[in-house]
């Protein structure tokens, strides 16, 4: 993924009279965005949707600098756009390089299922990435049990699931549990377009269990490698009140960077702040109703969306 300046020139000049390339208006870069500096000299509408920290690729210093450089560039130009596809990565662009970017998120309309409750189903806890993390929280959700004394029947989804799944399967459980490794997961955005409850932990528990355990350990490049780092290979240009989105280190800059996560911004998804407060919510909790008012949210984020995508392509030109 990394590609140097003669590469980008190569490039060019190889593909720029060829018939099938000269027929293409827009170029979109999602994963990773980088790739659109190998785009830019053909003069064409660039679209680039960051879906992940948007250095992939671009990890050294020299290197992310120059895209930096060249990522305002595009956002300069009136026919460009440049977009995260969560908060996260929208204010993470901006945290580096001064760009007010927009934000896409996915529609997944594909994920054709939709919430019809079967009781008889378990609820289910996602995919945990943190090395040991899972253990941990079995034990922390086996000792609410014994005190709580609240029967609960709660099933890993690989343990349930032992092969895979259809969405229409996804769709019969309770609810789905989630200790997220990302700030932003394909998995939750399924989930939640097929308005299935979901539940979280709050911004304070997942801050405390991120700066112990490192649970949100895909959030960084570094923490994609099982390390902890506590500064970013570049400076961001907002000032000194906003913290390094890359210092797992730091408390105060772990909960200031998680707040933009996917799962703090929409409505509907149902908080704990212990595994106790977990199993009574699963107990308790009208799942009905929080099912129908994602089902709202999901109608109106469409409409918006559609409507975000109609003026983007109204702005590009045919050649």
């Known amino acids: 993924m990394t590609s140097s300046l003669q590469v980008h020139q190569q490039f060019y000049e190889a593909y720029k009279n060829d018939s099938e390339m000269n027929e293409v208006n827009v170029f979109m870069c999602f994963h990773p965005t980088a790739m659109c500096e190998i785009f830019m000299p ?36 009136p026919r460009n756009v440049v977009a995260g ?35 008889q189903k378990p ?9 040991n993390f899972h253990s941990k929280f079995m034990s922390l959700l086996s000792d609410s049990f014994n005190r709580l004394k609240i029967k609960v029947s709660i099933r890993h989804i690989r343990d349930f699931y032992k092969r895979h799944y259809r969405y229409t399967e996804l769709a019969q459980h309770p609810g789905i549990i989630h200790i997220p490794y990302q700030v932003s997961l ?16 709050s911004l304070d528990l997942l801050t405390e269990w991120h700066y112990t355990y490192q649970v949100v350990n ?9 390390k902890i780092g506590n ?21 105060d800059a772990i ?50 969306l559609f409507e975000q995508w109609r003026q983007i392509l109204q702005r590009t030109k045919p050649l």
């Open 218 to 226: 895909e959030r960084t490049w570094d923490g994609m490698s099982r």
């Open 186 to 201: 394909m998995s939750i955005f399924e989930q939640y377009r097929m308005n299935i409850p979901l539940f979280v932990p």
């Open 255 to 304: 909960r200031y960077w998680l707040k933009f996560s996917d799962f703090y911004q929409w409505p509907h998804i149902i908080y704990f702040n212990s595994t106790d407060d977990l199993l009574i919510k699963l107990k308790t909790t009208n799942f009905q109703q929080v099912s129908a008012n994602m089902k709202v949210y999901n109608a109106n984020l469409r409409k918006h």
């Open 85 to 119: 596809n969560n908060l996260y990565d929208a204010e993470y662009i901006r945290y580096f390089t001064g760009i007010k970017t927009i934000v896409l998120p996915s529609l997944c309309a594909y994920a054709r299922g939709s919430y019809r409750l079967n009781r």
């Open 42 to 77: 053909f003069n064409r509408t660039l679209i680039v949707i960051a879906s992940t920290r948007y250095e992939l690729g671009r990890f050294a210093k020299e290197d992310w600098t120059r895209w930096n450089k060249n990522l305002q560039k595009i956002a300069s130009d």
């Open 231 to 251: 500064a970013s290979r570049i400076s961001g240009v907002l000032g000194p009140d906003i913290p390094d989105p890359n210092n797992d280190l730091d408390r």
């Open 123 to 131: 609820f289910l806890i996602g995919n945990m990435n943190a090395k």
